[in-house]
């Protein structure tokens, strides 16, 4: 069982930065890949980006070169750092831990945890 817990979400001009966290807790976290979500209003879930538990990433192509993930093992932490936010960014921000192997990681079907979602909005 692993429970993931949320943070750094908030209200943001276009253009600012703005990074999330995701605090893991449980057995073995190290073991498990972890995914970035999205969900906007009348949106469906998408997917956003990903680390392995090795430490591959693996970033959504609409947000390539804004957005960033990365792990901090010691600290069971996973963080996404956006820059250069857009309005169309506006959502609720889920991470999401998963501990099958050769599975893709963009398909929320393929976690087993979630954690609560923080929203990001993004406006002027």
């Known amino acids: 069982q692993v429970q993931l817990v949320e943070s750094g979400g908030g209200m943001v001009q276009p253009g600012d930065s703005l990074s999330l966290s995701c605090v893991a807790s449980?057995?073995?976290?190290?073991?498990?890949?972890m995914g970035w979500f999205r969900q906007a209003l009348g949106n469906k879930r998408e997917w956003v980006a990903a680390i392995t538990w090795g430490g591959t990433t693996y970033t959504a192509d609409s947000v390539k070169d804004r957005f960033a993930v990365s792990r901090d093992n010691d600290k069971s932490m996973f963080s996404l750092q956006m820059s250069s936010l857009e309005p169309e960014d506006t959502a609720v921000y889920y991470c999401a831990a998963t501990d099958l192997r050769g599975v893709t990681l963009a398909r929320a079907e393929n976690y087993q945890y979630w954690g609560q979602g923080t929203q990001v909005t993004v406006s002027s």
């Open positions: 449980g057995q073995n976290t190290r073991a498990y890949s």
